[in-house]
């Protein structure tokens, strides 16, 4: 049992410092199958070694949210800029083109909402994941919550297992509970304990201090976009990441509650793949927000 008293803080990230001899454009995955590192090239740009993907999964927790009343008319048109579509498996069976040929990273967890305690769930069957051509499958850890903790990072491994054998990459989902602290010290234990137990791809937040976060975490990671923000906000939170090293962002309220999600997304992409800065960015957003409303 680790001794609690004697839990020392990283001093010696090496921020910045790529893994020695690494071959696979993105760190971690030089030793994956090559179906493994297939699936992971449709998610990451190979070019940039980044993604934008468009988180949609929300109404598996909260039902039809804002933004997401009718996913076929207000989220489909923004999918064509996106590198990769994260949602849960009715949708995409109802209502996402299969035409569209865009990787997908499937929500894998499911059995609890917000109108009782969320993260009491179990993994879906990872045979569904590969009927619907998944490039990736997502899971929750709850690292922090007394109850659901040990759950959690079971369904995690359990799902690393399956994944395995079908040659699908896991992400890891950080949760935040109320009582979680949301500094780089708490994301970068949950993200470690993530990559630790077999996740390809760790999703989390963006905190002060994220660089260390990035550094001691041996997989890539792309940020949550979390709750609605202004959009000059939202790019600075994307840029912010990007530039600490994150690999990509998984947006969703930030994309589609704008008042211009087409514009917003397209945004995104360019701080994410061009390196645009947000204010310059903010400019390409009212640009092309004013182009769609001249029309």
């Known amino acids: 049992m680790a001794d609690l008293d004697d839990i020392r803080d990283g001093q010696s990230y090496g921020a ?29 740009n190979p070019k940039t070694g980044r993604t934008v993907m468009l988180a949609f999964d929300h109404g598996f927790i909260m039902g039809p949210t804002s933004g997401l009343e009718r996913v076929d008319l207000n989220i489909v048109p923004l999918m064509e800029y996106a590198d990769c579509l994260m ?41 569904d994941a590969c009927r619907l051509n998944a490039s990736a499958v997502a899971v929750m850890v709850a690292v ?10 079971a369904n995690l491994y359990k799902a690393v297992d399956k994944g395995m054998k079908m040659g699908i990459p896991v992400m890891g989902v950080t949760a935040v509970g109320k009582d979680m602290v949301r500094d780089s010290r708490y994301f970068g234990l949950a993200a470690r304990v993530c990559a630790e137990n077999g996740a390809n791809i760790v999703k989390t937040y963006y905190v002060e201090g994220f660089e260390k976060v990035v550094s001691a975490c041996p997989v890539p990671i792309v940020i949550a ?9 939202a790019l600075e939170l994307a840029y912010n990441a990007i530039s600490s ?26 701080v994410v793949h061009e390196g645009l800065k947000p204010a310059k960015a903010f400019e390409l957003f009212k640009s092309l927000s004013k182009r769609k409303t001249s029309k």
């Open 225 to 233: 976009g979390g709750k609605k923000l202004p959009e000059l906000e």
């Open 87 to 127: 949602c849960a498996r009715g949708m995409l069976r109802t209502v996402v083109p299969a035409t569209l040929n865009k990787p997908v990273c499937l929500r894998s967890d499911a059995g609890s909402t917000i109108l009782t305690e969320l993260n009491d769930n179990v993994v879906l069957d990872i045979r």
């Open 16 to 44: 910045g410092i790529p893994p020695p001899d690494q071959k696979f454009f993105l760190k971690g995955c030089d030793s994956m199958d090559w179906g493994m590192k297939d699936r992971m090239s449709r998610i990451f």
């Open 144 to 153: 922090g919550d007394k109850k659901y903790e040990a759950p959690t990072i």
């Open 245 to 270: 090293g994150a690999s990509g962002v998984d947006m969703g309220r930030n994309i589609f509650q704008s008042d211009s999600p087409k514009a917003m997304i397209q945004a995104v992409r360019a």
